[in-house]
Each structure stands twice: as C-alpha cells, then as structure tokens.
C-alpha cells in the first residue's frame, strides 16, 4: 500500500482597505493589497505547490486575493470554490469545512482569514513539524501569510495534531 501525501496550503488574504461606511465583509483590497497578492502566487509556483483544489472566503478580500494568485496560476489553477461559511468560521468550523474535501485532492489550498487561519496552523501541527517554522507562524502571520502542512491522513480525518508545517512565509514583492 502506498502512503499519499496530502498538502493543505492556508493562507491569509492581501492586504485589506477599510473604506468608511463599508461592512466588513465587503472591504476590497488596499492598493498594497493587490500590488502583492500576486507574489503569493507566484511563490506557489516557485516552491512547486500547485493547488489541484481551492475553498476561499466568500469576503470580497479573499476573493479578490485568489483571482490574483489565480492570475499568477494560469491554466495550472482550479476554479475556486466560495464557501460562504468561511468568513465567519471558528478554528473547528474551518477544519470541518476542510475535512469535506474530496479524497483525490493532493493540494488544498484554502484563502481566508485572521486569527482563524493561524489557530488552526498551530492545532493541526504535528509534533514532528519544524519547530522553528512554527514559532514563527505562532508569533506573526501578518496579509499574505501563507502554512504548508503536509500529511498521510485524508481531509476527512484532520483534526489536532494531524499534519506536519514543512513551510511559513509571507510571499511579497
């Protein structure tokens, strides 16, 4: 029986605006925003991390973020997929969510938010993960951040301490 490693990719919108009289929900991105949300995709690219699945906010800054890391894709990227429960998903609702992801999936990346992304980094962490790449993630993840953690175990089995962080980075021009 062969292991198959799975790849699950978090990443933290670009850069957000706060225009006056806008929901939250509906902030765009901040010119910075999209002057960089590229790179994110562009480090995908680089590092040979080709999302085959994708599940992003339905908020308008990580919408707006995936078309960029999509534009930086090209043919390479999947239609995203819009999960509306996302935005206002707790660390156990977005692990659920995560854990309905098709078997066939090799690499999930999903686009999201802040504190949520980087709790459920540091939950699913295993304790055979860089432990360096860790202390950095739990100290900072700032616009763009960006966890790779692999592991042997389908989507519908990621709960705690289930997958290793091989990578943390902030991918910015």
Same mark, same amino acid.
């Given at each position: 029986?062969?292991? #198959?490693?799975?790849?699950?990719?978090?990443?933290? /919108?670009?850069?957000?605006?706060?225009?006056?009289?806008?929901?939250? #929900?509906?902030?765009? @991105?901040? &010119?910075?925003?999209?002057?960089?949300?590229?790179? &994110?995709?562009? %480090?995908?690219?680089? /590092?040979?991390?080709?999302?085959? =699945?994708?599940?992003?906010?339905?908020?308008?800054?990580?919408? +707006?973020?995936?078309? %960029?890391? @999509? +534009?930086?894709?090209?043919?390479?990227?999947?239609?995203?997929?819009?999960?509306?429960?996302?935005?206002? &998903?707790?660390?156990?609702?977005?692990? +659920?969510?995560?854990?309905? *992801?098709?078997?066939?999936?090799?690499? $999930?990346?999903?686009?999201? /938010?802040?504190?949520?992304?980087?709790? $459920?980094? @540091?939950?699913?962490?295993?304790?055979? !993960?860089?432990?360096?790449?860790?202390?950095? $993630?739990?100290?900072? =993840?700032? *616009?763009?951040?960006?966890?790779?953690?692999?592991?042997? #175990?389908?989507? !519908? /089995? $990621?709960?705690?301490?289930? &997958?290793?962080?091989?990578?943390?980075?902030?991918?910015?021009?």
């Amino acid at each position: 029986m062969t292991v #198959h490693t799975r790849r699950l990719i978090l990443m933290r /919108h670009a850069k957000s605006d706060y225009p006056l009289g806008v929901d939250d #929900h509906d902030r765009p @991105l901040a &010119a910075r925003g999209d002057r960089e949300a590229p790179a &994110a995709g562009r %480090w995908l690219v680089e /590092h040979d991390l080709i999302p085959d =699945y994708i599940i992003c906010s339905d908020a308008l800054r990580a919408r +707006s973020t995936c078309a %960029w890391v @999509l +534009s930086e894709l090209g043919e390479q990227g999947p239609t995203p997929y819009i999960d509306t429960r996302i935005y206002r &998903a707790g660390v156990s609702e977005l692990c +659920s969510i995560i854990n309905e *992801t098709p078997a066939s999936v090799s690499t $999930l990346l999903v686009i999201g /938010h802040q504190p949520i992304l980087q709790d $459920l980094a @540091l939950r699913l962490a295993s304790v055979d !993960s860089d432990q360096e790449t860790v202390y950095e $993630l739990a100290m900072s =993840y700032p *616009t763009l951040g960006t966890t790779v953690l692999e592991t042997e #175990h389908p989507y !519908s /089995h $990621l709960d705690a301490r289930d &997958a290793r962080v091989t990578f943390f980075a902030v991918p910015r021009d």
